[in-house]
């Protein structure tokens, strides 16, 4: 697993950037191997939108060869994969934002209705439906448990696309690989949700085990 990741836009394509932060979401602790695997299919992905949305473009653009060569069916299948991942994630990030208000006000929040209390079990039974899962435990295993390294992360996608939700901006996968306001806010919040974490012994995950990501 890779514990710390700097990303800079000066040295990195915008999308190669937001790729590298997709794939660490959705995919913490698999092997870095995988990781790259991953990675080069998001880039691809993102040359192709890009060619999409202007076909007629003849403006000269410089790529590395295992992004433009990579074979279509793997990037749509491992697209889909980190989509999947990315989901998952945002559930356990949206379970983990009462805690981390608990963590930023220094008392128990105003807490979503139906839930007596804060706990991960409570949180995983407002969930259910938005996960479409009947079982919290599994839930838990599945989706909790997997984004405890990149939860901060996962709570800044969450509240940043909540966020603009409300401004009736959609936002989808594929503005991860594209817009660099977004990558950066998702970064800059998760940064701040780290050291919420940190401060708070009471958070149900270790702040020692979560990865860090910074913008160099």
């Known amino acids: 697993m890779i514990k710390e990741t700097e990303l800079s836009f000066g040295r990195s394509e915008v999308y190669e950037c937001g790729a590298a932060l997709l794939v660490l979401l959705a995919c913490p602790e698999e092997e870095e191997d995988r990781q790259s695997d991953l990675h080069a299919s998001l880039c691809g992905k993102a040359l192709w939108l890009q060619h999409l949305a202007d076909p007629n473009s003849i403006a000269p653009i410089s790529v590395k060869p295992q992004y433009v060569f990579r074979d279509r069916a793997v990037i749509d299948r491992d697209f889909g994969f980190v989509a999947k991942r990315v989901e998952e994630r945002l559930v356990a990030g949206r379970m983990a934002v009462p ?27 407002f969930v259910l439906e938005d996960a479409e899962q009947a079982d919290p435990s599994n839930l838990k295993r599945r989706y909790w448990a997997p984004s405890g390294p990149v939860i901060h992360l996962a709570a800044a996608a969450a509240v940043v696309g909540q966020e603009l939700q409300k401004r009736k901006t959609r936002t989808g996968l594929e503005d991860f690989l594209t817009e660099q306001g977004l990558i950066q806010e998702v970064i800059r919040r998760g940064q701040l949700f780290a050291d919420l974490i940190a401060a708070d012994p009471k958070f149900p995950v270790k702040a020692s085990n979560l990865v860090k990501v910074s913008l160099v």
Request: proline fraction near 7%; charge should be neutral.
């Open 99 to 125: 805690f981390l208000l608990r963590a930023e006000q220094g008392h128990e929040p105003r807490l979503p209705s139906g839930i007596k209390w804060l706990s991960v079990n409570q949180m995983a039974e």
